[in-house]
């Protein structure tokens, strides 16, 4: 996957920075979204074909400890909803990112890597607002999940529309 990384590094122009932690390597890099600038980190094995590779998508958003319940209950709501994709709070210093962890093949890696990172950064993008509207406007999560929702501009958006958080208590 090593090869497979560095050909899609390569390939893309990304500037980026790579951190060897042991038997894993961490590629950091940034991407700039419509509302904020996201730090991709990809983790991947240096050796091996089925070894998972984890691709991180960090806001540049931190909440409060006071406003973290409903950082909480707007990411809980979130993860509801998406199969493939989990969003994370980061208890001690309020921030946020999304996470996808795949095995890739060498022939659809470029492919993949394409689709997961968009997809990352689209939720990383569009929760962005809210978030700052959830610590600067002291919103609650069901104020957020509804101002989330009037946001969305596609079908390929990760985040339902009909879905309400309501619907579970």
């Not at 990112?97 to 990383?124: K, Q």
Request: net charge negative; proline share 4%.
């Amino acid at each position: 996957m090593k090869d497979s990384m560095q050909t899609y590094l390569g390939k893309h122009n990304i500037d980026h920075n790579i951190t060897d932690n042991g038997d894993h390597e961490m590629c950091t890099y940034f991407v700039n979204g419509n509302l904020c600038k996201i730090e991709m980190r990809i983790g991947y094995p240096k050796i091996g074909e089925r070894q998972a590779i984890t691709v991180l998508a960090l806001s540049p958003a931190n909440v409060s400890q006071e406003r973290l319940i409903e950082l909480f209950n707007l990411t809980n709501h979130i993860n509801r909803i998406n199969e493939n994709i989990t969003m994370l709070v980061g208890p001690s210093n309020g921030s946020y990112w999304a996470r996808h962890v795949f095995y890739p093949s060498a022939e659809n890696f470029d492919e993949i890597m394409l689709h997961i990172e968009g997809t990352l950064c689209s939720l990383i993008d569009q929760t962005f607002p809210v978030v700052m509207k959830i610590e600067h406007e002291r919103i609650d999560f069901v104020e957020a999940w509804e101002f989330m929702s009037k946001g969305k501009t596609s079908d390929e958006s990760p985040i339902d529309s009909n879905y309400s958080p309501d619907m579970f208590g």
